[in-house]
């Protein structure tokens, strides 16, 4: 499994200030209601790259879906059970290349998928074999909502809130071909621009598909 160490240290070291440094979170938000709100009631539904828990991993639960919340950071997730006391959500450290729906350590099936610029912090190479393990933990029919940054980048270091970060993303048609090929209809996308607030990091361009496993 690639060592991820360097990232989940520099999120660790972030911590509460990256609630901070994203109060607007528009694009998300609509996107985590529209998928709990999709949702048949009592769903369980799987956040990656959950991070603080809030928004989404909140508003999950308070949809009354069951969540398993999954991030590299352990300090995200320290924040998270804070964030997010309900007994509808269990967070958990674990890299999403090591998830399996059955066998030893096995997370089980999902009714819906959050990754909420999750896949942004894998090499391109990794996100195709991360979109098609995502596919194979969702019932049929199940629901994915994804988010990425648009951008023609490939594991490339970015300076992020006093950090270092790997990053990688498509321009919106190679995005949409790449879910296409991993299974997913694209039911509908959404387009942000957004500024982060008291960081180096240009202003960008957020997509968000709606997808369905096909």
Avoid at 107 to 134: H, K, N, S, T
Wanted: charged share 20%.
């Amino acid at each position: 499994m690639p060592d991820r160490t360097g990232q989940a240290e520099a999120f660790d070291a972030i911590g509460a200030h990256y609630d901070s440094a994203f109060p607007h979170k528009d694009g998300q938000l609509a996107a985590g209601r529209r998928l709990a709100d999709a949702l048949p009631a009592g769903s369980r539904v799987l956040d990656v790259g959950c991070g603080t828990g809030v928004p989404t991993a909140r508003q999950l639960t308070d949809a009354g879906h069951r969540v398993l919340g999954i991030d590299l950071s352990s300090g995200m997730l320290d924040i998270a059970r804070t964030n997010v006391p309900s007994q509808n959500a269990d967070f958990r450290q674990l890299d999403l290349a090591a998830l399996r729906a059955e066998g030893p350590g096995g997370v089980g099936e999902f009714d819906g998928i959050a990754a909420f610029f999750a896949l942004l912090m894998l090499p391109r190479a990794e996100i195709p074999y991360a979109l098609r393990l995502l596919h194979g933990l969702l019932r049929p029919g199940g629901l994915l909502a994804l988010s990425m940054v648009e951008a023609d980048l490939d594991d490339a270091g970015i300076p992020f809130l006093g950090h270092t970060i790997r990053v990688s993303g498509y321009l919106r048609d190679e995005l949409r071909q790449v879910v296409r090929d991993a299974g997913f209809d694209i039911l509908d996308e959404d387009t942000y621009s957004y500024a982060p607030a008291s960081t180096d990091v240009p202003p960008e361009h957020q997509i968000f598909l709606h997808c369905r496993r096909g």
